[in-house]
């Protein structure tokens, strides 16, 4: 039995969204359990989170790109060339999801009655066709090594549908093709669980409930903690709150690391109860 089950020492994480609001404690946390990381991102923050992180565990840890996901082509050439430059890649977190007005968050077209194709379509390229496409590149390697495990980052929206008494009054849409792409993505983990589990290849879907960015960079409040939404949220958890990134970490580094071996094509809610009752 090994003291340090949780440890990533000596293995390579590809994550991508790594440098939004639960990303970049992911990265934190795979690096300082020593994992070197591929970090994937859109904006300009990738460059500026990763410098911190080359200075804080070392240039050797961190490799990263910047690109835009639905790029289709550029994305695919990107995960060439880390599929053929890494020596080995043991874990691949798919973790990007456009969640803003693009896929139909908190503006009309993105509600039931009157979202658009191109929502959709967003929600189910970035729900599942981006996890689709690193696990066809990325995997390859896996495949090869005959060792790997694949995080797919869901939601307990998967499971549960969004209640519309959250939304009543309010100016917060949760449009059904995040649900649904969601779900696509929880029962796609399962079948690259079932094909490629012969390969030593394991995937899982972690769910997180209520983790709502409600904070700047400096700490301050962007959303008034008294608004009727946010008490709402906290009302339909066990535990009476939302959750902080960095209480998803214990879960995420037990599908990555070997705590996990035996666990595949499962999904691991971790949600503050909210899908207990
Ligand atoms: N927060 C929650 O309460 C919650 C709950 C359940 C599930 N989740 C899931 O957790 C994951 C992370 O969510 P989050 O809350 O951390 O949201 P976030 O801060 O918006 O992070 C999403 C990440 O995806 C990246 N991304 C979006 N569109 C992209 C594109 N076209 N190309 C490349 N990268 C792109 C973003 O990069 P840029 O910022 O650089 O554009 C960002 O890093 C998502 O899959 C989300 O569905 C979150």
Known sequence: MSANLF???????????????????FVRALLTNGARIVALGRSARLQREAKEWEREFGDDKVAYFQ?????????????????HSEKTIDVLINNAHE?????GFNVPEGSLDNATMDTWMR???????????????????????????VINISTMYALVAPRPQL????????PPGYSASK????SFTRYVASFWGPHGIRANALLPGPFSNTEDDSGANTVDQNSPFLERLRACTCLGRIGKPHELVGA?????SDASSYMTGQALVVDGGWTAV
């Open 67 to 83: 690109i835009d996901m639905y790029d289709i082509e550029a994305f695919s050439r990107v995960l060439d060339e880390i599929a």
């Open 252 to 256: 995420l580094l037990f599908l990555a």
């Open 99 to 103: 969640l803003g007005p693009g896929t």
């Open 123 to 149: 929600n189910l390229t970035g729900g599942v066709y981006w996890a689709a496409l690193t696990t066809q590149k990325i995997g390859m390697r896996m495949k090869q090594q005959h060792s790997g495990s």
């Open 167 to 174: 939304y009543a009054g309010t100016e917060f849409i949760n």
């Open 183 to 186: 779900a696509a993505l929880l």
């Open 7 to 25: 440890s990533l020492d000596g293995k390579t994480a590809v994550i991508t969204g790594a440098s939004g609001f639960l990303g970049r404690t």
